[in-house]
């Protein structure tokens, strides 16, 4: 029976994808470290370190099945992690057992295994992380010039369009996804070599077994050993935390978008999806709030594989194991987070009416920024201030529209008639390089997405 959000099979998908949990499950896992095994085999083989038949009969065995429930019995009792697979590798192979795992020590099978899997999962976050970039490209254009309020210290500041904060967030996302590419030579390196990771035990050809079995695994070879240099894992994991980070913020900023005072957007819909056990009317924004609570849980499992740097001497499990932990939690984590925001920007419901209702909720104060500078150019910038400052003020303790206020100020009158006021705060001639800026980044995006 499942103990972990990751794996129930009831709430399971909030939290990840099944896509993703198979590259971190046990069984594959288990496919990696044998990979592993098979390739050093082979490597050796070829260069004469182990006999040519005795290094095909490890391949062969190393694809073989093992029953994991025996390797989870036998390894409780010698209280090793890898020890086991070994013996049942060694026995599946027979006469050629004896080959097996030849000059190389557990961590390299498991660090370059791991690797292995990170290559999986970072496969499909990339797949995924442009999947959503491309649902944001696609609202930033339909929404290039639609109007709504930008809001600062979560109140409303200036006009702006729907399509540049979109945009905002897409330029953000491809960003990451150069970090993706750029990461990807650093974490995608093998480890073998040996105990303390001076290859030793194989004399002066440890490099030439090293660089042979991680070119049969199409993997880096490292310039010298990482056991003790977590920093690959780490700085993997805070990427992923990073990613993990912008999707949580567009998760949250989407939620509160969809507040009934504001009402500018709605997660997809349809009849079926519950918002409450006691209140039938609620539409809550479910699928973004899940979305959103897991970016702590990413952040969480990225300091833990920070914690994996603080090695002791050459090599220790205090710091190493947490990276176990880590590792299959970001991936799991994350991919939940792209699948979900995938889906709900994918059918997301921008209400453009209430978008242009709340630009005027205010009576024009949201373009109290235009009207300083259109009398600044005649007053003075610092004299413009002041008068729309307390024209302003006035006008939130009457509840009047600012162009009246404004209107009845015969500093402001003796140069400006209620034409021009009324003109002056108008939403959509307040948009500045929001369009233009918007044209930008889907130019990076065809470059980046095609």
Do not use: C
């Amino acid at each position: 029976m499942a103990s972990h959000v990751i794996d129930m099979l009831t709430i399971g998908n909030s939290f990840g994808t099944a896509e993703m949990r198979a590259v971190w499950s046990e069984e594959a896992r288990l496919r990696a470290q044998l990979a592993v095994e098979g390739a050093l085999a082979r490597a050796e083989g070829d260069l004469g370190i182990i006999p040519t038949d005795a290094a095909d009969r490890i391949a062969a065995a190393s694809t073989e099945e093992f029953d994991l429930a025996e390797l989870a019995e036998a390894g409780a009792k010698a209280m090793h992690s890898l020890n086991a697979t070994v013996a049942a590798l060694q026995h599946a192979a027979g006469e050629a057992g004896e080959w097996v795992h030849f000059g190389v020590t557990t961590q390299d099978v498991v660090d370059t295994g791991a690797v292995l899997q990170i290559r999986d999962g970072l496969a499909i976050l990339r797949r995924d992380l442009r999947a959503v970039a491309g649902d944001l490209r696609g609202l930033a254009e339909r929404h290039r010039d639609t109007p709504m309020a930008a809001r600062t210290h979560y109140v409303q500041a200036l006009p702006t369009t729907f399509g540049f904060k979109v945009a905002v967030w897409l330029d953000e996302l491809l960003r990451h996804l150069d970090r993706l590419d750029d990461v990807a030579d650093r974490v995608l390196t093998g480890n073998i070599n040996g105990a303390v990771g001076t290859a030793a035990s194989l004399g002066t050809r440890g490099r030439a077994v090293e660089e042979a079995t991680l070119g049969l695994l199409d993997l880096a070879a490292p310039t010298i050993s990482w056991q003790s240099s977590r920093d690959r894992i780490a700085e993997y994991a805070q990427l992923l935390a990073l990613i993990s980070a912008s999707l949580g913020k567009i998760a949250t900023e989407l939620s509160t978008l969809m507040h009934t005072e504001i009402a500018e957007v709605d997660e997809p819909f349809a009849m079926g999806k519950i918002g409450s056990t006691t209140m039938p009317h609620k539409r809550n924004p479910a699928l973004l709030e899940g979305a959103a609570a897991l970016t702590a849980a990413v952040k969480h499992a990225a300091a833990l594989a920070l914690d994996g740097m603080a090695t002791v001497h050459e090599r220790d499990a205090i710091s190493w194991r947490a990276e176990w932990i880590a590792l299959p939690e970001l991936h799991i984590y994350l991919a939940g987070q792209l699948a979900t925001l995938h889906r709900v920007l994918d059918g997301l419901v921008v209400h453009e009416a209430a978008m242009l209702r709340n630009l005027h909720l205010q009576g024009g104060l949201i373009l109290s920024e235009r009207a300083m500078f259109e009398l600044g150019g005649r007053l003075g910038k610092q004299t413009a201030h002041q008068i729309v400052y307390e024209a302003s003020m006035a006008a939130i303790d009457t509840g009047r529209p600012l162009a009246d206020v404004l209107a009845d100020d015969p500093r402001v009158t003796a140069s400006f008639d209620r034409a021009t006021i009324d003109g002056w705060l108008d939403p959509l001639n307040y948009l500045g390089d929001a369009p233009a800026a918007v044209d930008r980044v889907l130019a990076r995006a065809a470059e980046a997405l095609g």
